[in-house]
């Protein structure tokens, strides 16, 4: 089946500092993926529509200097999150489109994010 | 904001009992799907209804969609330990985005 990967699973870095996590659809052209953030014991937040070769459509109350998205290709999707800060602690998981038009999502494994 | 709502938040029971999650939403949806969720892990997609059906089933999993109550139930039956992890129903119109509810967890005691 269709398959999302992300990298990296797990980072921790130092406040004001900037990571970068990649989304990849495997074996299917992803020309659109989505990008949640996840707080411990809560549900999913979509923060942003990533749209391959175009800007990415950013959720109400998202900052987009702060959560830089780039869809260069149609299998990667990134997510930068810039002078990343304790508050940005969080999981991140991307999700693609089943390629098989099921109407269902195909979703990464997830990063876990640690600002220190 | 978040679309569904779900119930119960917290759900234990003993395995081999049947499981029961219901999930509520405000707006009209061209779908309703299920997605159970291990801890730590990314989502996987279990089932995904249209508005203009009842009932769906996928080997021990039953969907029911009532769209004049906006309301949909997922049951697992005869739940296994392995079915341990947390149970989120999403809602889409169109072909856009997915707004989640903010899921069940269910623990399956041996």
């Known amino acids: 089946g269709a398959v999302v990967s992300q990298h990296p699973s797990r980072v921790i870095c130092k406040s004001g500092t900037s990571v970068k996590i990649e989304c990849r659809s495997l074996d299917f052209q992803a020309t659109t993926m989505f990008w949640y953030r996840q707080f411990p014991k809560q549900s999913l937040m979509l923060m942003a529509t990533s749209n391959e070769g175009s800007k990415a459509t950013y959720e109400q109350g998202v900052e987009k200097d702060k959560f830089l998205i780039n869809h260069a290709s149609l299998t990667l999707s990134t997510l930068t999150v810039t002078s990343a800060h304790p508050e940005d602690s969080s999981f991140y998981i991307c999700?693609?489109?089943?390629?098989?038009?099921?109407?269902?999502?195909?979703f990464g494994p997830g990063t876990r994010l640690t600002v220190l | 904001s978040q679309q569904g709502e779900e119930d119960p938040q917290a759900l234990s029971i003993q395995e081999g009992e049947n499981a029961t999650m219901n999930c509520s939403y405000k707006t009209s949806i061209n779908n309703l799907q299920w997605y159970r969720q291990n801890s730590g892990r990314g989502l996987v997609h279990l089932i995904l209804i249209r508005s203009n059906e009842r009932e769906k089933h996928s080997g021990r999993l039953r969907v029911t969609l009532d769209t004049s109550k906006k309301s949909s139930s997922l049951l697992i039956t005869a739940s296994r330990a392995a079915d341990t992890a947390s149970y989120f129903c999403?809602?889409?119109?169109?072909?856009?985005?997915?707004?989640f509810g903010q899921g069940t967890r269910l623990t399956i005691n041996p």
């Open positions: 999403a809602t889409g119109k169109g072909a856009q985005k997915l707004v």
């Open positions: 999700s693609a489109r089943a390629p098989q038009g099921t109407g269902g999502r195909v």
